[in-house]
Protein backbone atom coordinates (compact mmCIF):
# COMPACT_ATOMS: atom_id res chain seq x y z
CA UNK A 1 0.00 0.00 0.00
CA UNK A 2 2.80 2.52 -1.77
CA UNK A 3 -0.05 5.03 -2.25
CA UNK A 4 -1.73 4.65 1.26
CA UNK A 5 1.99 5.45 2.87
CA UNK A 6 2.12 8.76 0.89
CA UNK A 7 -1.74 9.97 1.53
CA UNK A 8 -1.96 8.88 4.97
CA UNK A 9 -2.98 12.11 6.49
CA UNK A 10 -6.57 13.81 7.94
CA UNK A 11 -8.28 17.36 7.97
CA UNK A 12 -10.19 17.39 11.13
CA UNK A 13 -13.71 19.53 11.05
CA UNK A 14 -15.36 20.36 14.37
CA UNK A 15 -15.55 22.78 17.08
CA UNK A 16 -13.38 23.94 19.07
CA UNK A 17 -13.60 23.77 22.73
CA UNK A 18 -12.36 23.92 25.35
CA UNK A 19 -13.44 21.01 27.76
CA UNK A 20 -14.72 21.89 31.87
CA UNK A 21 -14.37 18.96 33.51
CA UNK A 22 -16.10 17.92 36.78
CA UNK A 23 -16.31 14.96 38.59
CA UNK A 24 -19.69 14.58 40.91
CA UNK A 25 -22.34 12.10 42.09
CA UNK A 26 -25.21 10.77 40.53
CA UNK A 27 -27.38 13.50 42.94
CA UNK A 28 -25.59 16.19 41.20
CA UNK A 29 -25.80 15.08 37.85
CA UNK A 30 -29.58 14.67 38.80
CA UNK A 31 -29.80 17.62 39.53
CA UNK A 32 -28.95 19.10 35.91
CA UNK A 33 -31.98 18.81 33.15
CA UNK A 34 -31.62 16.52 30.64
CA UNK A 35 -30.86 13.10 30.09
CA UNK A 36 -27.83 11.03 31.71
CA UNK A 37 -25.00 10.79 29.22
CA UNK A 38 -26.30 13.43 26.76
CA UNK A 39 -24.94 16.52 25.26
CA UNK A 40 -27.23 19.66 25.06
CA UNK A 41 -26.58 23.29 23.81
CA UNK A 42 -26.69 25.55 27.26
CA UNK A 43 -25.71 29.37 26.82
CA UNK A 44 -22.74 31.02 28.90
CA UNK A 45 -24.70 31.58 32.01
CA UNK A 46 -26.58 28.22 32.48
CA UNK A 47 -23.02 27.19 31.78
CA UNK A 48 -22.25 29.43 34.54
CA UNK A 49 -24.50 29.14 36.84
CA UNK A 50 -23.78 24.76 36.93
CA UNK A 51 -19.99 25.31 37.39
CA UNK A 52 -20.96 27.60 40.57
CA UNK A 53 -22.60 24.54 42.03
CA UNK A 54 -19.64 22.49 41.34
CA UNK A 55 -18.50 20.77 44.49
CA UNK A 56 -14.78 21.80 43.59
CA UNK A 57 -12.87 23.80 41.10
CA UNK A 58 -13.45 21.95 37.43
CA UNK A 59 -10.37 20.77 35.43
CA UNK A 60 -9.50 22.19 31.68
CA UNK A 61 -8.03 20.86 28.95
CA UNK A 62 -8.72 21.10 25.06
CA UNK A 63 -11.67 19.38 23.42
CA UNK A 64 -13.86 19.00 20.71
CA UNK A 65 -14.99 15.97 19.38
CA UNK A 66 -13.19 16.02 15.99
CA UNK A 67 -10.30 17.90 17.58
CA UNK A 68 -9.76 14.90 19.96
CA UNK A 69 -9.53 12.77 17.29
CA UNK A 70 -6.63 14.96 14.81
CA UNK A 71 -4.67 15.37 18.39
CA UNK A 72 -4.61 11.61 18.75
CA UNK A 73 -4.25 10.55 15.00
CA UNK A 74 -0.96 13.33 15.33
CA UNK A 75 0.05 11.80 18.58
CA UNK A 76 0.55 8.59 17.08
CA UNK A 77 2.70 10.08 14.11
CA UNK A 78 0.20 11.18 11.60
CA UNK A 79 0.29 14.39 9.53
CA UNK A 80 -2.94 16.39 10.88
CA UNK A 81 -5.10 19.20 11.13
CA UNK A 82 -7.69 20.62 11.97
CA UNK A 83 -10.37 23.35 10.77
CA UNK A 84 -11.77 24.77 13.51
CA UNK A 85 -12.63 28.58 14.83
CA UNK A 86 -11.92 30.05 18.18
CA UNK A 87 -12.32 33.64 20.13
CA UNK A 88 -9.03 35.44 20.38
CA UNK A 89 -9.48 35.09 24.33
CA UNK A 90 -7.21 33.59 26.81
CA UNK A 91 -9.20 30.23 25.92
CA UNK A 92 -8.09 30.57 22.50
CA UNK A 93 -4.56 31.09 22.75
CA UNK A 94 -4.45 28.10 24.85
CA UNK A 95 -6.31 26.19 22.43
CA UNK A 96 -4.04 26.67 19.20
CA UNK A 97 -0.92 26.61 21.23
CA UNK A 98 -2.37 22.99 22.44
CA UNK A 99 -3.18 21.67 19.13
CA UNK A 100 0.15 22.74 17.94
CA UNK A 101 2.38 21.14 20.99
CA UNK A 102 0.77 18.09 19.98
CA UNK A 103 1.34 18.36 16.51
CA UNK A 104 -1.52 19.68 14.57
CA UNK A 105 -1.31 22.10 11.70
CA UNK A 106 -3.46 25.33 12.88
CA UNK A 107 -3.37 26.96 9.66
CA UNK A 108 -6.91 26.29 8.76
CA UNK A 109 -8.44 27.68 11.80
CA UNK A 110 -10.47 30.62 12.09
CA UNK A 111 -11.08 33.42 15.11
CA UNK A 112 -13.35 36.17 15.70
CA UNK A 113 -12.98 39.16 18.21
CA UNK A 114 -16.66 38.57 18.25
CA UNK A 115 -17.10 36.25 20.74
CA UNK A 116 -15.20 33.85 23.41
CA UNK A 117 -13.99 30.26 22.85
CA UNK A 118 -16.70 27.26 23.20
CA UNK A 119 -16.57 25.45 26.22
CA UNK A 120 -17.89 21.80 26.96
CA UNK A 121 -18.80 20.72 30.97
CA UNK A 122 -18.52 17.68 31.20
CA UNK A 123 -19.54 16.22 34.05
CA UNK A 124 -18.24 12.63 35.21
CA UNK A 125 -20.23 10.22 37.52
CA UNK A 126 -18.81 7.50 39.47
CA UNK A 127 -20.27 4.91 36.61
CA UNK A 128 -17.35 6.87 34.10
CA UNK A 129 -20.25 7.90 32.13
CA UNK A 130 -19.63 11.83 31.35
CA UNK A 131 -23.00 14.43 30.68
CA UNK A 132 -21.95 17.03 28.48
CA UNK A 133 -23.45 21.21 28.24
CA UNK A 134 -21.65 22.78 25.63
CA UNK A 135 -21.63 26.46 24.63
CA UNK A 136 -20.43 26.82 21.46
CA UNK A 137 -19.27 30.11 21.22
CA UNK A 138 -17.13 31.12 18.74
CA UNK A 139 -17.66 27.57 16.92
CA UNK A 140 -21.21 28.48 16.15
CA UNK A 141 -20.12 32.07 14.47
CA UNK A 142 -18.25 30.10 11.87
CA UNK A 143 -19.65 30.90 8.40
CA UNK A 144 -19.68 28.82 5.19
CA UNK A 145 -17.98 31.53 3.01
CA UNK A 146 -15.21 31.54 5.69
CA UNK A 147 -14.08 28.27 4.28
CA UNK A 148 -11.91 27.77 0.84
CA UNK A 149 -10.68 24.73 -1.29
CA UNK A 150 -7.23 26.23 0.28
CA UNK A 151 -8.52 24.98 3.99
CA UNK A 152 -8.82 21.10 2.47
CA UNK A 153 -5.59 20.94 -0.18
CA UNK A 154 -2.74 18.27 0.88
CA UNK A 155 -4.63 16.15 3.29
CA UNK A 156 -6.05 12.67 2.23
CA UNK A 157 -8.94 11.89 4.13
CA UNK A 158 -11.55 14.41 6.52
CA UNK A 159 -12.92 13.60 9.40
CA UNK A 160 -16.04 15.37 9.99
CA UNK A 161 -18.22 15.56 13.82
CA UNK A 162 -21.80 15.47 13.25
CA UNK A 163 -22.49 18.05 15.81
CA UNK A 164 -21.37 20.21 12.73
CA UNK A 165 -24.82 18.72 10.84
CA UNK A 166 -26.69 21.41 13.59
CA UNK A 167 -25.69 24.12 10.80
CA UNK A 168 -26.42 21.90 7.86
CA UNK A 169 -25.59 25.10 4.98
CA UNK A 170 -21.62 25.05 6.82
CA UNK A 171 -21.47 21.73 6.92
CA UNK A 172 -22.70 20.67 3.14
CA UNK A 173 -20.18 23.66 1.92
CA UNK A 174 -16.98 21.59 4.35
CA UNK A 175 -18.29 18.12 2.62
CA UNK A 176 -18.49 19.92 -1.33
CA UNK A 177 -14.75 21.11 -0.64
CA UNK A 178 -13.29 18.19 1.01
CA UNK A 179 -14.54 16.05 -2.27
CA UNK A 180 -13.42 18.90 -4.87
CA UNK A 181 -10.33 18.18 -2.98
CA UNK A 182 -10.35 14.53 -3.43
CA UNK A 183 -10.71 13.38 0.30
CA UNK A 184 -11.81 10.37 1.56
CA UNK A 185 -14.84 11.84 3.83
CA UNK A 186 -15.50 10.07 7.44
CA UNK A 187 -18.53 11.25 9.49
CA UNK A 188 -18.71 10.57 13.01
CA UNK A 189 -22.37 10.88 14.08
CA UNK A 190 -21.40 12.30 17.43
CA UNK A 191 -24.93 11.71 19.64
CA UNK A 192 -28.19 10.67 19.15
CA UNK A 193 -29.71 14.34 19.60
CA UNK A 194 -27.62 14.78 15.70
CA UNK A 195 -29.34 11.73 13.88
CA UNK A 196 -32.38 12.69 15.51
CA UNK A 197 -32.06 16.22 14.02
CA UNK A 198 -30.82 15.48 10.69
CA UNK A 199 -32.40 12.21 9.61
CA UNK A 200 -34.04 13.78 6.74
CA UNK A 201 -30.74 14.21 4.96
CA UNK A 202 -28.36 11.45 6.90
CA UNK A 203 -29.40 9.00 4.14
CA UNK A 204 -28.72 10.88 1.26
CA UNK A 205 -25.72 12.52 2.60
CA UNK A 206 -24.09 8.92 3.60
CA UNK A 207 -24.96 7.79 0.47
CA UNK A 208 -23.52 10.43 -0.96
CA UNK A 209 -20.58 11.73 0.45
CA UNK A 210 -19.42 9.51 3.19
CA UNK A 211 -16.96 6.78 2.86
CA UNK A 212 -16.72 5.66 6.83
CA UNK A 213 -19.39 6.08 9.22
CA UNK A 214 -18.78 5.58 12.83
CA UNK A 215 -21.85 5.41 15.82
CA UNK A 216 -22.34 4.46 19.36
CA UNK A 217 -25.42 2.37 20.14
CA UNK A 218 -27.47 5.39 20.39
CA UNK A 219 -27.12 7.05 17.59
CA UNK A 220 -27.34 3.97 15.25
CA UNK A 221 -30.69 3.30 16.99
CA UNK A 222 -31.78 6.70 16.32
CA UNK A 223 -30.63 6.12 12.58
CA UNK A 224 -32.73 3.10 12.07
CA UNK A 225 -35.33 3.13 14.55
CA UNK A 226 -33.74 -0.44 16.41
CA UNK A 227 -32.25 -1.02 19.75
CA UNK A 228 -30.55 -4.01 17.68
CA UNK A 229 -27.37 -3.22 17.52
CA UNK A 230 -26.66 -5.73 14.74
CA UNK A 231 -29.96 -4.10 12.60
CA UNK A 232 -28.05 -0.82 13.17
CA UNK A 233 -24.73 -1.78 11.44
CA UNK A 234 -26.41 -2.89 8.78
CA UNK A 235 -28.01 0.24 8.27
CA UNK A 236 -25.21 2.00 8.21
CA UNK A 237 -23.42 -0.10 5.84
CA UNK A 238 -26.27 0.10 3.45
CA UNK A 239 -25.73 3.51 2.67
CA UNK A 240 -21.78 3.88 2.82
CA UNK A 241 -18.52 1.66 2.28
CA UNK A 242 -17.49 1.37 5.57
CA UNK A 243 -19.69 1.25 8.57
CA UNK A 244 -18.42 0.98 12.04
CA UNK A 245 -20.24 0.68 15.45
CA UNK A 246 -18.95 1.57 19.12
CA UNK A 247 -20.00 -0.70 22.01
CA UNK A 248 -18.16 0.57 24.71
CA UNK A 249 -17.18 -1.83 26.99
CA UNK A 250 -18.45 -4.72 24.50
CA UNK A 251 -16.07 -3.01 21.74
CA UNK A 252 -16.75 -2.83 18.29
CA UNK A 253 -18.62 -3.91 15.20
CA UNK A 254 -17.23 -3.02 11.69
CA UNK A 255 -19.14 -3.50 8.20
CA UNK A 256 -17.49 -3.18 5.23
CA UNK A 257 -19.67 -3.27 1.87
CA UNK A 258 -20.36 -6.84 1.19
CA UNK A 259 -18.16 -7.97 3.93
CA UNK A 260 -19.27 -10.12 6.79
CA UNK A 261 -19.34 -8.32 10.48
CA UNK A 262 -15.68 -8.04 12.11
CA UNK A 263 -16.30 -7.91 16.33
CA UNK A 264 -13.44 -6.62 18.32
CA UNK A 265 -13.20 -6.48 21.49
CA UNK A 266 -12.20 -3.33 24.24
CA UNK A 267 -9.19 -3.29 26.16
CA UNK A 268 -10.61 -4.34 29.80
CA UNK A 269 -9.27 -1.49 31.92
CA UNK A 270 -10.80 0.39 35.03
CA UNK A 271 -12.77 3.49 33.35
CA UNK A 272 -12.52 6.75 35.64
CA UNK A 273 -14.01 8.67 32.72
CA UNK A 274 -15.85 8.26 29.35
CA UNK A 275 -14.84 11.89 27.98
CA UNK A 276 -13.42 11.22 24.07
CA UNK A 277 -13.61 7.26 24.41
CA UNK A 278 -15.24 7.22 20.96
CA UNK A 279 -13.14 9.87 19.69
CA UNK A 280 -9.51 8.43 20.71
CA UNK A 281 -10.46 5.17 19.47
CA UNK A 282 -11.31 6.59 16.08
CA UNK A 283 -7.57 8.50 16.27
CA UNK A 284 -6.46 4.82 16.46
CA UNK A 285 -8.53 3.22 14.53
CA UNK A 286 -7.69 6.06 11.43
CA UNK A 287 -3.79 5.55 11.78
CA UNK A 288 -3.95 1.86 11.05
CA UNK A 289 -7.00 1.95 8.49
CA UNK A 290 -4.83 4.64 6.22
CA UNK A 291 -1.77 2.78 6.22
CA UNK A 292 -3.66 -0.39 5.05
CA UNK A 293 -3.91 -2.58 7.88
CA UNK A 294 -6.65 -5.04 8.06
CA UNK A 295 -9.56 -4.01 9.92
CA UNK A 296 -9.49 -5.83 12.94
CA UNK A 297 -6.30 -4.47 13.56
CA UNK A 298 -6.25 -0.89 12.78
CA UNK A 299 -9.44 -1.38 15.68
CA UNK A 300 -7.20 -3.10 17.92
CA UNK A 301 -5.18 0.24 17.97
CA UNK A 302 -8.15 2.02 18.47
CA UNK A 303 -9.14 0.15 21.30
CA UNK A 304 -6.12 0.25 23.13
CA UNK A 305 -5.92 4.17 22.28
CA UNK A 306 -9.68 3.97 24.31
CA UNK A 307 -8.52 2.62 26.85
CA UNK A 308 -6.28 4.89 27.84
CA UNK A 309 -7.99 7.80 27.77
CA UNK A 310 -10.85 6.18 29.79
CA UNK A 311 -8.10 6.10 32.70
CA UNK A 312 -7.45 9.73 32.67
CA UNK A 313 -9.91 12.81 33.32
CA UNK A 314 -10.65 14.16 30.41
CA UNK A 315 -9.52 13.61 26.03
CA UNK A 316 -6.38 14.11 26.84
CA UNK A 317 -3.63 11.02 27.55
CA UNK A 318 -0.44 11.59 29.09
CA UNK A 319 2.50 11.77 26.95
CA UNK A 320 4.77 9.22 28.81
CA UNK A 321 1.39 6.66 27.58
CA UNK A 322 1.24 8.24 24.12
CA UNK A 323 5.16 6.79 24.21
CA UNK A 324 4.44 3.72 25.08
CA UNK A 325 1.73 3.23 22.49
CA UNK A 326 4.02 4.72 19.68
CA UNK A 327 6.57 2.71 20.68
CA UNK A 328 4.25 -1.22 19.83
CA UNK A 329 3.52 0.39 16.69
CA UNK A 330 4.82 -1.56 13.78
CA UNK A 331 7.93 -0.07 11.84
O1 LIG B 1 -16.44 13.49 22.48
C1 LIG B 1 -15.99 14.20 23.60
C2 LIG B 1 -15.91 15.65 23.27
O2 LIG B 1 -17.20 16.09 22.95
C3 LIG B 1 -17.34 17.44 23.27
O3 LIG B 1 -17.28 18.12 22.09
C4 LIG B 1 -16.25 17.75 24.26
O4 LIG B 1 -15.50 18.86 23.89
C5 LIG B 1 -15.44 16.49 24.41
O5 LIG B 1 -14.05 16.68 24.39
Known amino acids: MTTALVTASVLGFGSALVDVLAHVDEDFRASIPGIKGGTEL???HTMAAIVRRLPQAPRQAPGGSAANTIVGYAKLGGKAALLAKIGLDDAGVFYRQDMQRAGVDTTPFKATGDTDTGRCLSLITPD??????TYMGAAATLRPDELSLDDFRGYSHFYCEGYALFSRELTFRALDLARAAGMVICLDLSAPEVVLAAK??????????????????QEAAAFCGSNDPVAGLDALAAHCPLAVLK??????RLRERGGE?????ACSVKAIDSTGAGDLWAAGFLYGWLRGWPLHAAAELGAKVAAAVVQVTGA??????????RRDLPA
Open 128 to 133: SERTMR
Open 200 to 217: DILPVLLRDYVHAVFANE
Open 261 to 265: VIAVP
Open 316 to 325: VIPDDVWTAI
Open 42 to 44: VDS
Open 247 to 252: LGRQGV
